[in-house]
């Protein structure tokens, strides 16, 4: 069992920057390759970023590429979303999540099995 906790939500002005970070806890964190994804209200979850257990193979959906940047550090069992040139249609709660097959990421939500509560971020216009 993993346990994630997402924080560094928050509002913030049009073309600003968050990073959000996501603690885990329960195993070892290297085992697990990890994504982001975000609900906006009444839409359904979209995949963000993921990366493999290392970090050195990642991906994001293309209406973030260039803008935001998946990190992590194992040492300190935490993953990181930078995101940057905020937009208001980045209005979205964010989720972490860890999967097991650590090799690579995923853009699909279905192939995580463990997911955070979510933090909210808000860009205002």
């Known amino acids: 069992q993993v346990q994630l906790v997402e924080s560094g939500g928050g509002l913030v002005q049009a073309g600003g920057s968050l990073r959000l970070s996501c603690a885990a806890s329960?195993?070892?964190?290297?085992?697990?390759?990890m994504g982001w994804f975000r609900q906006a209200p009444g839409k359904e979850r979209a995949f963000v970023a993921t990366s493999n257990w290392s970090g050195t193979a990642t991906d994001y959906a293309d209406s973030v590429k260039g803008r935001f940047t998946i990190s992590r550090d194992n040492a300190k069992n935490t993953v990181y979303l930078q995101m940057n040139s905020l937009k208001p249609e980045d209005t979205a709660v964010y989720y972490c999540?860890?999967?097991?097959?650590?090799?690579?990421?995923?853009?699909?939500?279905?192939?995580?099995?463990?997911w955070g509560q979510g933090t909210q971020v808000t860009v205002s216009s």
């Open positions: 999540a860890a999967r097991k097959a650590y090799y690579r990421g995923s853009s699909y939500s279905r192939e995580y099995d463990y």
């Open positions: 329960g195993r070892t964190f290297s085992n697990y390759a």
